[in-house]
Protein backbone atom coordinates (compact mmCIF):
# COMPACT_ATOMS: atom_id res chain seq x y z
CA UNK A 1 0.00 0.00 0.00
CA UNK A 2 1.50 3.72 -0.80
CA UNK A 3 1.44 6.18 1.26
CA UNK A 4 -1.35 8.60 -0.28
CA UNK A 5 -3.68 5.27 -0.15
CA UNK A 6 -2.06 4.37 3.70
CA UNK A 7 -3.46 8.15 4.81
CA UNK A 8 -6.81 7.85 3.13
CA UNK A 9 -7.30 4.44 4.85
CA UNK A 10 -6.80 6.17 8.10
CA UNK A 11 -8.61 9.31 8.17
CA UNK A 12 -11.66 6.97 6.38
CA UNK A 13 -11.30 4.17 9.60
CA UNK A 14 -11.42 7.26 12.08
CA UNK A 15 -15.12 8.43 10.15
CA UNK A 16 -15.87 4.17 9.40
CA UNK A 17 -15.43 3.69 13.92
CA UNK A 18 -17.45 6.52 14.02
CA UNK A 19 -20.32 5.06 12.06
CA UNK A 20 -19.70 1.27 13.88
CA UNK A 21 -20.62 2.84 16.62
CA UNK A 22 -23.77 4.17 15.92
CA UNK A 23 -24.63 1.15 14.31
CA UNK A 24 -24.21 -0.29 17.44
CA UNK A 25 -26.64 1.56 19.01
CA UNK A 26 -29.24 1.06 16.60
CA UNK A 27 -28.44 -2.91 15.92
CA UNK A 28 -26.40 -3.98 18.76
CA UNK A 29 -23.64 -5.59 16.70
CA UNK A 30 -20.50 -4.48 18.48
CA UNK A 31 -18.02 -2.31 16.37
CA UNK A 32 -15.40 -4.61 17.90
CA UNK A 33 -17.03 -7.14 14.98
CA UNK A 34 -16.43 -4.41 12.00
CA UNK A 35 -12.78 -2.84 12.96
CA UNK A 36 -11.30 -6.67 13.28
CA UNK A 37 -13.16 -7.49 9.89
CA UNK A 38 -11.64 -4.85 8.21
CA UNK A 39 -8.27 -6.25 9.40
CA UNK A 40 -9.17 -9.59 8.50
CA UNK A 41 -9.39 -8.44 4.91
CA UNK A 42 -6.38 -6.64 4.62
CA UNK A 43 -4.30 -8.56 6.04
CA UNK A 44 -4.87 -12.62 6.20
CA UNK A 45 -7.54 -12.63 3.04
CA UNK A 46 -6.10 -9.91 0.64
CA UNK A 47 -2.60 -9.75 2.22
CA UNK A 48 -2.90 -5.97 1.41
CA UNK A 49 -0.74 -5.45 4.90
CA UNK A 50 1.18 -8.01 7.16
CA UNK A 51 1.99 -7.32 10.80
CA UNK A 52 5.75 -6.81 9.60
CA UNK A 53 4.53 -3.99 7.47
CA UNK A 54 4.57 -2.45 10.86
CA UNK A 55 7.97 -4.07 12.62
CA UNK A 56 7.97 -2.59 16.66
CA UNK A 57 5.46 -0.42 15.91
CA UNK A 58 2.96 -2.84 15.60
CA UNK A 59 3.65 -4.19 18.91
CA UNK A 60 4.16 -0.80 20.78
CA UNK A 61 0.77 -0.02 19.54
CA UNK A 62 -0.86 -2.77 21.08
CA UNK A 63 0.54 -2.11 24.72
CA UNK A 64 0.06 1.08 24.50
CA UNK A 65 -3.96 0.26 23.61
CA UNK A 66 -3.85 -1.74 27.21
CA UNK A 67 -2.39 1.23 28.83
CA UNK A 68 -5.02 3.92 27.76
CA UNK A 69 -7.31 1.64 28.36
CA UNK A 70 -6.73 0.23 32.07
CA UNK A 71 -6.06 4.01 32.26
CA UNK A 72 -9.37 5.88 32.04
CA UNK A 73 -11.18 2.43 33.20
CA UNK A 74 -9.17 3.53 36.22
CA UNK A 75 -10.30 7.24 36.12
CA UNK A 76 -13.97 5.99 35.98
CA UNK A 77 -14.04 3.32 38.21
CA UNK A 78 -16.28 3.94 41.35
CA UNK A 79 -14.91 2.99 45.16
CA UNK A 80 -18.71 1.58 45.96
CA UNK A 81 -18.62 -0.84 42.74
CA UNK A 82 -14.52 -1.90 43.44
CA UNK A 83 -15.58 -2.83 47.23
CA UNK A 84 -18.76 -4.40 46.19
CA UNK A 85 -17.37 -6.28 43.05
CA UNK A 86 -13.83 -7.32 44.26
CA UNK A 87 -14.61 -10.77 46.22
CA UNK A 88 -16.45 -12.16 43.03
CA UNK A 89 -13.59 -10.54 40.72
CA UNK A 90 -10.92 -12.88 42.18
CA UNK A 91 -13.34 -15.43 42.68
CA UNK A 92 -14.64 -15.95 38.91
CA UNK A 93 -10.75 -15.10 38.19
CA UNK A 94 -9.52 -18.18 39.50
CA UNK A 95 -12.24 -20.65 38.51
CA UNK A 96 -12.33 -20.04 35.05
CA UNK A 97 -8.63 -19.62 34.37
CA UNK A 98 -8.24 -23.25 36.28
CA UNK A 99 -11.10 -24.49 35.00
CA UNK A 100 -9.88 -23.75 31.33
CA UNK A 101 -6.29 -24.68 32.43
CA UNK A 102 -7.02 -28.04 33.31
CA UNK A 103 -9.84 -28.80 30.49
CA UNK A 104 -7.95 -27.42 28.15
CA UNK A 105 -4.83 -29.09 28.65
CA UNK A 106 -5.75 -32.61 28.96
CA UNK A 107 -8.11 -32.02 25.50
CA UNK A 108 -5.21 -30.63 23.68
CA UNK A 109 -2.95 -33.56 25.11
CA UNK A 110 -5.49 -36.21 23.87
CA UNK A 111 -6.46 -34.55 20.03
CA UNK A 112 -2.97 -32.61 19.49
CA UNK A 113 0.73 -33.97 18.99
CA UNK A 114 1.35 -31.77 21.82
CA UNK A 115 3.20 -33.08 25.33
CA UNK A 116 1.70 -32.42 28.42
CA UNK A 117 3.42 -29.58 29.06
CA UNK A 118 3.18 -27.71 25.60
CA UNK A 119 -0.30 -28.53 25.93
CA UNK A 120 -0.58 -27.13 29.50
CA UNK A 121 1.18 -24.00 28.09
CA UNK A 122 -1.52 -23.21 25.47
CA UNK A 123 -3.79 -23.94 28.26
CA UNK A 124 -2.24 -20.90 30.65
CA UNK A 125 -1.91 -18.69 27.12
CA UNK A 126 -5.34 -18.89 26.53
CA UNK A 127 -7.30 -18.93 30.07
CA UNK A 128 -7.72 -15.74 30.94
CA UNK A 129 -9.94 -12.58 29.47
CA UNK A 130 -8.49 -9.81 27.72
CA UNK A 131 -8.83 -6.41 29.26
CA UNK A 132 -7.83 -4.69 26.23
CA UNK A 133 -11.20 -6.64 24.36
CA UNK A 134 -13.29 -6.90 27.47
CA UNK A 135 -13.21 -3.43 28.49
CA UNK A 136 -14.21 -1.48 25.39
CA UNK A 137 -17.06 -3.78 25.21
CA UNK A 138 -18.77 -4.15 28.11
CA UNK A 139 -18.80 0.04 28.44
CA UNK A 140 -20.86 0.39 25.28
CA UNK A 141 -23.65 -2.48 26.68
CA UNK A 142 -26.66 -1.78 29.22
CA UNK A 143 -25.24 -3.23 32.16
CA UNK A 144 -25.18 -2.75 36.40
CA UNK A 145 -21.90 -0.88 37.16
CA UNK A 146 -20.75 -3.43 39.83
CA UNK A 147 -21.25 -6.17 36.77
CA UNK A 148 -19.05 -4.27 34.56
CA UNK A 149 -16.39 -4.01 37.27
CA UNK A 150 -16.43 -7.42 38.07
CA UNK A 151 -15.63 -8.27 34.40
CA UNK A 152 -13.11 -5.29 34.27
CA UNK A 153 -11.19 -6.83 37.05
CA UNK A 154 -11.32 -10.35 36.05
CA UNK A 155 -9.61 -9.31 32.60
CA UNK A 156 -6.86 -7.37 34.43
CA UNK A 157 -6.21 -10.13 37.42
CA UNK A 158 -6.62 -12.99 34.49
CA UNK A 159 -3.65 -11.36 32.56
CA UNK A 160 -1.40 -11.89 35.27
CA UNK A 161 -2.13 -15.50 35.80
CA UNK A 162 -1.98 -15.87 32.34
CA UNK A 163 1.87 -14.24 32.25
CA UNK A 164 2.87 -15.84 35.64
CA UNK A 165 1.98 -19.40 34.71
CA UNK A 166 2.66 -19.69 31.28
CA UNK A 167 6.35 -18.13 32.29
CA UNK A 168 6.53 -20.54 34.96
CA UNK A 169 5.97 -23.80 32.50
CA UNK A 170 8.50 -22.07 29.93
CA UNK A 171 11.09 -22.07 33.30
CA UNK A 172 10.05 -26.14 33.54
CA UNK A 173 11.30 -26.67 30.20
CA UNK A 174 14.32 -25.09 30.55
CA UNK A 175 15.39 -26.14 34.03
CA UNK A 176 13.14 -29.21 33.85
CA UNK A 177 11.51 -28.48 37.72
CA UNK A 178 8.28 -26.21 39.08
CA UNK A 179 8.90 -24.38 42.00
CA UNK A 180 5.93 -23.46 43.47
CA UNK A 181 6.65 -21.42 46.50
CA UNK A 182 8.72 -18.91 43.46
CA UNK A 183 5.63 -18.93 41.30
CA UNK A 184 3.17 -17.88 44.09
CA UNK A 185 5.77 -15.19 45.40
CA UNK A 186 6.12 -13.79 42.07
CA UNK A 187 2.20 -13.93 40.85
CA UNK A 188 1.95 -12.14 44.90
CA UNK A 189 4.43 -9.47 44.19
CA UNK A 190 3.51 -8.52 40.98
CA UNK A 191 -0.04 -7.39 42.07
CA UNK A 192 1.32 -5.38 45.18
CA UNK A 193 4.21 -3.89 43.66
CA UNK A 194 2.18 -2.48 40.50
CA UNK A 195 -0.43 -1.86 42.93
CA UNK A 196 2.17 0.18 45.05
CA UNK A 197 3.47 2.10 42.03
CA UNK A 198 0.72 2.97 40.76
CA UNK A 199 -0.87 4.47 43.20
CA UNK A 200 2.12 6.00 44.84
CA UNK A 201 2.86 7.68 41.22
CA UNK A 202 -0.68 8.87 40.91
CA UNK A 203 -0.59 10.92 44.69
CA UNK A 204 2.59 12.68 43.24
CA UNK A 205 1.28 13.79 40.33
CA UNK A 206 -1.87 14.86 41.66
CA UNK A 207 0.48 17.55 43.46
CA UNK A 208 2.20 18.55 40.58
CA UNK A 209 -0.34 18.72 38.16
CA UNK A 210 -1.46 22.13 39.22
CA UNK A 211 2.09 23.18 38.02
CA UNK A 212 1.98 21.12 34.67
CA UNK A 213 -1.23 22.43 33.62
CA UNK A 214 0.81 25.83 33.80
CA UNK A 215 2.47 24.98 30.83
CA UNK A 216 1.30 25.02 26.89
CA UNK A 217 0.32 22.06 25.48
CA UNK A 218 0.50 19.90 28.47
CA UNK A 219 -2.75 18.01 28.38
CA UNK A 220 -0.92 14.96 27.35
CA UNK A 221 1.71 14.70 29.94
CA UNK A 222 -0.84 12.58 31.96
CA UNK A 223 -0.68 9.62 29.36
CA UNK A 224 2.88 10.43 28.84
CA UNK A 225 3.42 9.70 32.43
CA UNK A 226 1.06 6.50 32.26
CA UNK A 227 2.79 5.04 29.26
CA UNK A 228 5.91 5.27 31.09
CA UNK A 229 4.62 4.03 34.42
CA UNK A 230 3.54 0.70 32.03
CA UNK A 231 6.96 -0.11 30.82
CA UNK A 232 8.85 0.49 34.47
CA UNK A 233 6.38 -1.53 35.71
CA UNK A 234 7.09 -4.48 33.22
CA UNK A 235 11.50 -3.74 32.83
CA UNK A 236 11.41 -4.94 36.69
CA UNK A 237 8.97 -7.89 36.05
CA UNK A 238 5.84 -7.31 37.70
CA UNK A 239 2.36 -5.95 36.03
CA UNK A 240 2.19 -2.73 34.31
CA UNK A 241 -1.53 -3.24 33.13
CA UNK A 242 -2.00 -3.24 37.17
CA UNK A 243 -0.11 -0.18 37.92
CA UNK A 244 -2.09 1.76 35.12
CA UNK A 245 -5.46 0.74 36.31
CA UNK A 246 -4.19 1.74 40.10
CA UNK A 247 -3.06 4.97 38.64
CA UNK A 248 -6.03 5.79 37.06
CA UNK A 249 -8.47 4.82 39.86
CA UNK A 250 -6.22 6.88 42.14
CA UNK A 251 -5.97 10.24 39.98
CA UNK A 252 -9.78 9.98 39.50
CA UNK A 253 -10.72 9.77 43.42
CA UNK A 254 -7.39 11.65 45.18
CA UNK A 255 -10.39 13.68 47.44
CA UNK A 256 -10.72 10.20 49.50
CA UNK A 257 -7.68 10.17 50.06
CA UNK A 258 -5.86 12.19 53.53
CA UNK A 259 -2.81 13.99 52.45
CA UNK A 260 -1.96 15.47 55.55
CA UNK A 261 1.73 13.68 56.25
CA UNK A 262 2.71 15.55 52.18
CA UNK A 263 1.59 18.77 52.98
CA UNK A 264 4.17 18.59 55.59
CA UNK A 265 6.35 19.21 52.62
CA UNK A 266 5.05 21.30 49.80
CA UNK A 267 2.33 23.58 50.13
CA UNK A 268 0.94 21.99 46.74
CA UNK A 269 -2.58 20.66 46.86
CA UNK A 270 -3.79 17.48 44.94
CA UNK A 271 -5.94 18.29 42.03
CA UNK A 272 -8.41 16.10 39.96
CA UNK A 273 -8.21 15.48 36.73
CA UNK A 274 -11.05 18.30 34.87
CA UNK A 275 -14.05 17.20 32.41
CA UNK A 276 -12.05 18.07 29.55
CA UNK A 277 -8.98 16.77 30.16
CA UNK A 278 -11.64 13.16 30.67
CA UNK A 279 -13.25 13.87 27.43
CA UNK A 280 -9.99 14.11 25.41
CA UNK A 281 -8.64 10.72 27.53
CA UNK A 282 -11.89 9.20 26.54
CA UNK A 283 -11.09 10.33 22.54
CA UNK A 284 -7.62 9.19 22.62
CA UNK A 285 -9.57 5.83 23.90
CA UNK A 286 -11.62 5.54 21.14
CA UNK A 287 -8.93 6.16 18.42
CA UNK A 288 -5.89 3.98 19.89
CA UNK A 289 -9.25 1.41 19.98
CA UNK A 290 -10.12 1.62 16.56
CA UNK A 291 -6.56 1.18 15.11
CA UNK A 292 -5.46 -1.79 17.70
CA UNK A 293 -8.36 -4.34 16.87
CA UNK A 294 -7.71 -3.40 12.83
CA UNK A 295 -4.63 -4.74 13.61
CA UNK A 296 -5.94 -7.47 15.81
CA UNK A 297 -7.51 -9.22 12.39
CA UNK A 298 -4.63 -8.11 10.57
CA UNK A 299 -1.92 -10.23 13.37
CA UNK A 300 -4.01 -13.66 12.51
CA UNK A 301 -2.39 -16.18 11.25
CA UNK A 302 -3.85 -18.66 8.70
CA UNK A 303 -1.41 -21.96 8.54
CA UNK A 304 -2.90 -25.76 8.66
CA UNK A 305 -6.50 -26.15 8.49
CA UNK A 306 -5.82 -28.26 11.69
CA UNK A 307 -4.80 -26.03 13.83
CA UNK A 308 -7.87 -23.57 12.80
CA UNK A 309 -9.98 -26.54 13.24
CA UNK A 310 -8.59 -27.46 17.17
CA UNK A 311 -8.90 -23.38 17.68
CA UNK A 312 -12.54 -23.14 17.02
CA UNK A 313 -12.79 -26.67 19.20
CA UNK A 314 -11.10 -25.21 22.54
CA UNK A 315 -13.09 -21.66 21.89
CA UNK A 316 -16.48 -23.70 21.85
CA UNK A 317 -15.02 -25.68 25.29
CA UNK A 318 -14.00 -22.23 26.66
CA UNK A 319 -17.52 -20.51 26.21
CA UNK A 320 -19.30 -23.80 27.67
CA UNK A 321 -16.54 -23.76 30.92
CA UNK A 322 -17.23 -20.50 31.42
CA UNK A 323 -21.19 -21.21 32.12
CA UNK A 324 -20.58 -23.18 35.15
CA UNK A 325 -18.24 -20.83 36.21
CA UNK A 326 -20.00 -17.61 36.02
CA UNK A 327 -22.62 -19.80 37.87
CA UNK A 328 -20.20 -20.72 41.06
CA UNK A 329 -18.64 -17.64 41.48
CA UNK A 330 -21.49 -15.11 41.30
CA UNK A 331 -23.99 -14.33 43.85
CA UNK A 332 -27.61 -14.91 42.93
CA UNK A 333 -28.33 -11.10 43.58
CA UNK A 334 -26.88 -10.09 40.97
CA UNK A 335 -29.18 -9.45 37.78
CA UNK A 336 -29.68 -12.43 35.15
CA UNK A 337 -29.32 -10.12 32.47
CA UNK A 338 -25.47 -8.83 33.81
CA UNK A 339 -24.86 -13.13 34.31
CA UNK A 340 -25.85 -13.91 31.26
CA UNK A 341 -23.47 -11.42 29.60
CA UNK A 342 -20.44 -12.58 31.74
CA UNK A 343 -21.02 -15.94 31.11
CA UNK A 344 -20.33 -15.36 27.13
CA UNK A 345 -17.08 -12.48 27.97
CA UNK A 346 -13.97 -15.04 27.38
CA UNK A 347 -12.49 -13.20 24.41
CA UNK A 348 -8.87 -13.48 24.02
CA UNK A 349 -6.32 -10.52 22.63
CA UNK A 350 -3.68 -9.10 23.62
CA UNK A 351 -1.84 -10.96 26.17
CA UNK A 352 -2.55 -14.32 24.51
CA UNK A 353 -1.24 -13.04 21.63
CA UNK A 354 2.08 -11.89 22.71
CA UNK A 355 2.28 -14.98 25.22
CA UNK A 356 2.04 -17.64 22.02
CA UNK A 357 5.61 -15.91 20.29
CA UNK A 358 7.20 -16.87 23.74
CA UNK A 359 7.82 -20.73 23.57
CA UNK A 360 8.67 -19.87 19.61
CA UNK A 361 11.58 -18.11 21.12
CA UNK A 362 12.76 -20.65 23.36
CA UNK A 363 13.21 -22.83 20.54
CA UNK A 364 10.45 -25.20 22.16
CA UNK A 365 8.92 -28.27 20.41
CA UNK A 366 6.07 -28.04 18.16
CA UNK A 367 5.63 -23.90 19.65
CA UNK A 368 4.30 -22.63 15.75
CA UNK A 369 1.65 -24.85 16.37
CA UNK A 370 0.91 -23.62 19.69
CA UNK A 371 1.41 -19.79 18.27
CA UNK A 372 -1.40 -20.98 14.87
CA UNK A 373 -3.66 -22.26 17.80
CA UNK A 374 -3.08 -19.67 19.83
CA UNK A 375 -3.86 -16.81 17.05
CA UNK A 376 -7.15 -19.20 15.64
CA UNK A 377 -8.61 -18.64 19.51
CA UNK A 378 -7.89 -15.39 19.68
CA UNK A 379 -9.90 -14.92 16.18
CA UNK A 380 -12.99 -16.86 16.74
CA UNK A 381 -13.48 -15.65 20.94
CA UNK A 382 -13.80 -12.20 19.82
CA UNK A 383 -16.29 -12.83 17.02
CA UNK A 384 -18.14 -15.36 18.58
CA UNK A 385 -18.28 -13.12 21.89
CA UNK A 386 -19.75 -10.30 19.57
CA UNK A 387 -22.26 -12.78 18.26
CA UNK A 388 -23.25 -13.58 22.07
CA UNK A 389 -23.60 -10.08 22.55
CA UNK A 390 -25.75 -9.33 19.70
CA UNK A 391 -27.94 -11.72 20.18
CA UNK A 392 -28.19 -11.36 23.97
CA UNK A 393 -29.10 -7.89 23.33
CA UNK A 394 -32.30 -9.10 22.10
CA UNK A 395 -35.44 -9.84 25.11
CA UNK A 396 -36.01 -13.42 23.38
CA UNK A 397 -32.64 -15.19 23.16
CA UNK A 398 -31.71 -12.79 26.44
CA UNK A 399 -34.80 -14.54 28.40
CA UNK A 400 -33.47 -17.89 27.05
CA UNK A 401 -30.38 -17.84 28.03
CA UNK A 402 -30.54 -16.51 31.13
CA UNK A 403 -32.22 -19.32 32.22
CA UNK A 404 -29.15 -21.24 32.56
CA UNK A 405 -29.16 -18.98 35.98
CA UNK A 406 -32.26 -19.76 37.56
CA UNK A 407 -30.86 -19.05 41.05
CA UNK A 408 -30.15 -15.25 40.40
CA UNK A 409 -32.42 -12.22 40.58
CA UNK A 410 -34.81 -12.78 37.56
CA UNK A 411 -34.98 -9.94 35.63
CA UNK A 412 -35.65 -10.28 31.64
CA UNK A 413 -35.74 -6.46 30.58
CA UNK A 414 -32.64 -4.72 29.25
CA UNK A 415 -32.18 -2.34 32.11
CA UNK A 416 -30.17 1.30 31.90
CA UNK A 417 -27.10 0.95 33.09
Not at 142 to 167: A, P
Request: charged share 10%.
Amino acid sequence: MGIAPAVIFIGSLVFLAHLFAVFFERTRIPDVFFLILIGLVLGPVLKIVTPEDFGRVGSVLTAVALVVILFESGIALELDSLKNSLGSSVALTLINFFAAFLIVTLLTWWLTPLTLLMSAILASIVGGTSSAVVIPIVRSLNMHEKSRTVLLLESVLSDVLCIVITLALVEVFKYQELKIGIVLGRMVSSFLVAILLGVISAVLWSFLLIKVRQMKNSILTTPALVVMIYGITEFFGYSGAIACLSFGFTLGHTTLYNFSFLRRFTELEPVQLTEMEKAFFSEIVFLIKTFFFVYVGISIVFTQFWTISMGAILTLILFLLRIPAVRFSIPNSYFQNDVSIMAIMVPKGLVAAVLAGVPLQESMPNAEWVQAIVYAIVLFSIMLCTLMIFLLQRPGPMKTYSNLFPKHNQVYELHES
